[in-house]
């Protein structure tokens, strides 16, 4: 049954061939250890780069001349004051945020426009001013040129030391001036907001200038076209005999023969025969309600105040005789004084109801002769009338004509009016919010905000130059350049003996080489599905590297815990095993290859308290590659195979030979030794490129001859003096 090994320590995973590969962390955090480990490489180079660029920036800021900045800040309107009210120009819309834009843009480019700039230079005479010239960094040479040349100049120079801003989300423009004056700064700052605004009136005195021109030429012809339309209607008019009354002159009046005399009288004719049928109407109604009724009956009669006294004097009357009738006999005078005075209120009641009654007739027979009389006259006016307005219909032809130019001459007298009334009006849209104040300190140079700058372009170029240099370093230095630069596993990392030969460290367990080769040790016993592989090759791309130390220290590592390896030395060109295992080197491997000996006729016993077998180089062949590729090779390995645990063969180096290659093939795992500080990573992918077109089990790298202490803390605490150790017997706590 296989058994199947568990992990290395950490995160890790499987490969085709069942090895066991450490997987990467996350690309943030390899690329900040990367970065970090580069800069801890490349620190002084990058101090001496940072402290360069400040020592530039300081003595720039030395040399440099220093400038005084003025700045004035002005306010910038879309419109006007209205100095004449709010409905001399008209009701004018809010414009769109998108306008207001627009226009502070436009304001702008007028701040930095050529012509702006030539105002300045005529209002301060800059051309022939040699100290505002110096002062803007002209020549000294500058008073030899002719005017001409001194004017562009000084145009060119005051453009290119003006800053204009506008600031963000106001109206707020700042006009700000540099030079090496600073009255000169100042001044001219000030000029250009004051030019600016003299410019801005300017362009609106010209704008009314030329309207006013243009509406006083539009207002002659229109008062000449107005004289000649009212006088063709009043020559029509004189023709025909229409006699316009005062309304005529009304708009509303010019409507066929409106205004004229015949229809004003034909409307007070008509008004008036109204007026008079309405009073028939009503008297009429009045006499038909006494006409056929009782004159004591009707009620206009009854309404009558006489009338109604009398019916009053003879109701008392009668109530009186009663009284006495029933005091007095029938023939007492009383009684007879009573019917008397009632028969003369009958006799006056009778009286006073005929003559209300012939009243009311008077008056219908009076409004029936009126509305007669009043019908007829307007049926004649209305005949005039229906005359005049077949003569109206030229009229209203000529006096329409007239009431359009008298229309247009108007609003023209109106305009131009208020053309002369703004003219000498000068108000501006352009507001000073802040004069330029002569600068007590100058702007430039500013000495810590160039020595920053020059901070962070050290860094920028410090940062530059260390990625550029760990990009084209191709050193392997620390263990995890194995990974980023080779695609490797890493087994283990080997420190540089310090004072000692790597062999004499071996001999003491608990020393850091020793601890390390442990650690080798037990990433190779799990190194595959099949736990420890039966044949492995041990190589290195270059000579010297240490793959032969490495080979003789896993071999001696696997005795120590009971397995039983077999170290073969396969450098037959510069064999090396036999003075780390101090034999003797006349019988090994060569022998073994040119004959068909048995394996135990070259092997050695080597190791003392752990012994494990060698098989040494032996003679050196002509021919090593042709040794190494023949059929007895796999057959000395495959009876190795059997009689150990694990066969470990120390390999020639991979460049330039075919040896190792054709090893790989056979082996059943590659482990690659790397020597810190030295190994080039172009060479060793060189040397992984020929492995690998073998197809080979490579395990790994190990990383031999580290110095954690050249790289700081974060290895020196493992194997530096920092590293977890043994404690001295004298040291130990008594139980």
């Known amino acids: 049954m296989t058994h199947l090994a568990p992990p290395p320590a950490g995160s890790s995973m499987r490969d085709r061939h069942g090895v066991w590969r450490q997987q990467s962390d996350s690309p943030i955090g390899a690329n900040i250890r990367a970065a970090l480990g580069a800069l801890r490489r490349y620190l002084w ?14 003595i720039a800021t030395m040399l440099d001349t220093p400038r005084y900045t003025a700045a004035a800040s002005v306010q910038i309107n879309d419109q006007s004051d209205e100095v004449l009210g709010s409905d001399f120009e008209g009701n004018i819309a809010a414009p769109s945020d998108w306008d207001t834009d627009r226009f502070l843009n436009t304001q702008l480019d007028v701040l930095r426009s050529h012509a702006l700039a030539e105002r300045v230079v005529d209002a301060l005479d800059l051309a022939d001013n040699q100290r505002v010239l110096m002062a803007m960094g002209a020549d000294a040479t500058i008073a030899a040129e002719n005017a001409g040349v001194r004017r562009n100049l000084a145009i060119a120079l005051l453009r290119e030391n003006t800053a204009i801003e506008l600031k963000r989300a106001t109206r707020i423009a700042d006009i700000a001036f540099t030079s090496t004056d600073a009255e000169v700064s100042a001044e001219v700052a000030n000029t250009f907001a004051q030019e600016f605004i003299q410019q801005n009136l300017q362009r609106r005195f010209d704008s009314s200038a030329y309207a006013r021109t243009f509406v006083g030429e539009q207002l002659e012809e229109a008062r000449a076209e107005l004289e000649r339309s009212e006088a063709a209607l009043n020559d029509y008019a004189r023709s025909v005999g229409m006699i316009r009354t005062r309304d005529a002159l009304a708009p509303t009046a010019r409507d066929g023969a409106a205004g004229t005399v015949t229809s004003s009288s034909l409307l ?47 109701a008392d009357l009668e109530s009186e005789l009663q009284a006495a009738r029933a005091r007095y006999l029938p023939d007492h005078p009383a009684i007879a004084r009573f019917e008397a005075d009632i028969a003369g209120v009958s006799a006056q009641l009778q009286r006073t109801a005929s003559a209300v009654r012939q009243s009311i007739e008077a008056e219908y027979r009076a409004a029936a002769g009126t509305e007669s009389r009043l019908q007829g006259q307007v049926a004649e006016a209305r005949g005039a009338t229906m005359q005049e307005q077949q003569q109206s219909v030229r009229y209203n032809v000529l006096a329409r004509g007239a009431d359009t130019a008298r229309t247009i001459y108007d609003g023209l007298l109106q305009r131009y009016r208020e053309l002369n009334a703004s003219a000498g009006i000068a108000s501006s849209n352009i507001l000073i919010i802040d004069r330029a104040q002569v600068p007590a300190a100058p702007s430039s140079p500013n000495l810590p905000r160039n020595l920053m700058l020059g901070l962070l372009v050290g860094f920028a170029l410090a940062g530059l130059a260390v990625f550029l240099r760990d990009q084209l370093d191709d050193v392997i230095h620390v263990p995890e350049d194995l990974e980023t630069k080779l695609g490797l596993a890493l087994l283990g990392v080997v420190p540089r003996a310090q004072g000692q030969t790597p062999i004499d460290a071996l001999q003491d367990p608990k020393a850091p080489i020793s601890e390390a080769y442990h650690s080798l040790r037990g990433a190779l016993l799990y190194s595959t599905s099949n736990g420890l592989p039966k044949i492995m090759v041990v ?11 490495t080979s003789f220290a896993m071999a001696q590592g696997l005795a120590r815990i009971g397995r039983k390896p077999l170290l073969i030395d396969a450098d037959l060109r510069r064999p090396a095993l036999h003075r780390l295992a101090a034999v003797g080197n006349g019988r090994g491997l060569t022998d073994l290859l040119v004959s068909s000996d048995p394996l135990q006729s070259a092997t050695v016993t080597v190791g003392g308290d752990a012994p494990f077998d060698v098989v040494p180089a032996g003679p050196i062949p002509p021919s090593p590659t042709e040794l190494l590729s023949s059929p007895r090779m796999a057959q000395l390995l495959e009876a190795a195979a059997e009689l150990y645990d694990t066969v470990i063969i120390d390999s020639p180096p991979v460049l330039g030979l075919a040896d190792t290659p054709m090893l790989t093939a056979i082996a059943d795992g590659t482990v690659l030794v790397v020597e810190a500080e030295r190994g080039r990573s172009g060479a060793l992918k060189g040397a992984l490129r020929r492995l690998r077109a073998m197809e080979p089990v490579i395990l790994g790298a190990v990383l031999v001859k580290f110095d954690p202490t050249r790289l700081g803390n974060r290895y020196s605490a493992y194997y530096g003096k920092d590293y977890y150790a043994y404690s001295r017997e004298d040291d130990r706590v008594p139980a």
């Open 268 to 314: 007070q004719y008509n008004e008036a025969a109204i007026r008079a049928r309405e009073a028939r109407i009503a008297a009429q109604s009045r006499w038909d309600a006494v006409r056929d009724a009782p004159a004591l009956s009707s009620q206009p009669v009854l309404a009558n105040p006489t009338v109604q006294a009398l019916m009053t004097r003879r």
């Open 45 to 58: 180079m990058a101090l001496a780069i940072v402290g360069a660029a400040v020592i530039l920036a300081l």
């Open 539 to 549: 190589t290195s791309a270059e000579a010297g590297e240490g793959k032969s130390t």
